[in-house]
Structure formats: C-alpha cells, structure tokens
C-alpha cells in the first residue's frame, strides 16, 4: 500500500506566477485535506474534500486559491498571482471515514516566491 | 475555536533517556482525539500515537506514550530509551470529531523540536 504523495516536492516561482501541486492519496481514502505549514510553525488548516466534493475551506484561503478532485482521485492546488507570503510548506493528507479517523500525510510542496 | 500549546520550542535528551514532551489544549468539546506526530529533517509527517478523549486508559505505542489527563487539558509524551533516529519535530494536535461528511481537520501546535544526542 502506497502513501500519499505529492508533486512537485519544490517549487521556485517568481510573483505574479501562477503554480499548482498535485496531491495523490492513499487509494481507498475517500477523505483529502490541505494544510500550510510556514517556517517554524505547525500546520494549518487549508480545505477538505469528501471524494470529489469540496465541503469546507478555512479563511487562509483566498481567493487566489482555487482546490479541485475530480472523480474524488488525485486534488489539485493551485495558487493565482503568487505572494512572496505564499512561501510555505503545503502538505496534503488523507483519511477513511470511520470512527476513529487518522490522517496520513504526504511529503509536501516546499514553495518558494522570489 | 480550540487551541493547542507546546510550551517548549527545543529540547535535547541523550541517547537511551527519557523525555517528556508538553502539550496543552483548550476546547470546551467532549468528543476529540488527540494526536502526536513525528517531522523528521526534510521527511514527512509521521503519526506517532492518538489517544481517544473517551478512553481514560493512557495510549502506548512501543517507546512512546502518553499522559492524558482530560480536565487538565494536558497531553504530554513520553518517549523512552531514546535512539537517534527519534530527532525531528514533534506536533501536538487536537480533532474534533463532527458528523456526517463535516470534515474532521488537525489543530496543530506550534511544534517542539527533539535532539537525541549521541
């Protein structure tokens, strides 16, 4: 069984650039989430898809940010009109729905905005 | 909105010791899980062990458990014989458990980095 895992692992952008990463999530996983992490600090809260629905999305997220799954597979991330204060870690995780839910998360997407 | 405090920044044990790592937590939910996860040097995120706020029983997984004291709000680690592979961050996070298709989203705290040194 596969993890999840995401591409690409870096990405160097200039401003005003658009990018998007991929996320691919463990198989049966019906449940995909995304997260910012910035230099230093824990994780944050992005958005979350139950398969191909995205039902929630937090304030983070502007919008320059734009989340899709189609056919509740892979997500894409994609960021509109980079910041410099888009340079981040953006992890992807993924889960069963189930009683005692449990994220498994990927490698991540360093970002880096010049 | 819940909260989750790692009070130390960085720690360091030597190998084959024993550490405890702190985790506060503030919420007035009665229904969560609580989580420990591992981000070792440019790796990924690791589950390390997740206790269920219903449980009383303290979880344990191998070296690592936990002491879960539920009016408190406290959430410790404790990793024990530590081995040089156990360096990396470590973030405590607090999920509240929703219904239905509502999402079940990780609050982190700002995280603890761990030396094991040799």
């Known amino acids: 069984d596969t993890g999840v895992s995401q591409d690409p692992r870096h990405k160097i952008t200039k401003r005003g650039q658009n990018v998007t990463f991929r996320c691919d999530p463990i198989s049966e996983h019906n449940r995909l989430y995304w997260y910012r992490q910035t230099l230093g600090q824990g994780p944050e809260f992005l958005t979350y898809?139950?398969?191909?629905?995205?039902?929630?999305k937090s304030r983070l997220l502007s919008d320059r940010f734009s989340a899709e799954r189609p056919k509740g597979s892979f997500s894409t991330l994609e960021i509109q009109r980079t910041e410099q204060g888009d340079s981040a870690m953006y992890l992807c995780?993924?889960?069963?729905?189930?009683?005692?839910?449990?994220?498994?998360f990927g490698p991540g997407t360093r970002l880096l905005v010049l | 909105a819940q909260t989750v405090t790692q009070s130390q920044p960085e720690m360091s044990v030597q190998e084959a010791e024993t550490v405890t790592l702190s985790c506060t937590y503030d919420?007035?939910?009665?229904?969560?899980?609580l989580f420990w996860y591992k981000q070792p040097p440019s790796r990924q995120m690791i589950l390390v062990i997740r206790q269920e706020a219903y449980k009383q029983q303290n979880a344990t997984e191998n070296r690592f458990s936990v002491n879960f004291q539920k009016a408190a709000k406290s959430f410790s680690l404790k990793i024990s014989d530590s081995q040089l592979g156990d360096t990396a961050m470590y973030f405590c996070?607090?999920?509240?458990?929703?219904?239905?298709?509502?999402?079940?989203?990780?609050?982190f705290g700002g995280g603890t980095r761990l030396m094991v040194k040799p």
């Open positions: 898809f139950q398969n191909e629905a995205q039902l929630e």
């Open positions: 995780a993924s889960s069963l729905r189930q009683s005692q839910e449990t994220q498994y």
């Open positions: 919420t007035s939910e009665n229904n969560y899980y």
């Open positions: 996070a607090f999920m509240k458990l929703r219904n239905n298709n509502a999402g079940n989203m990780l609050t």
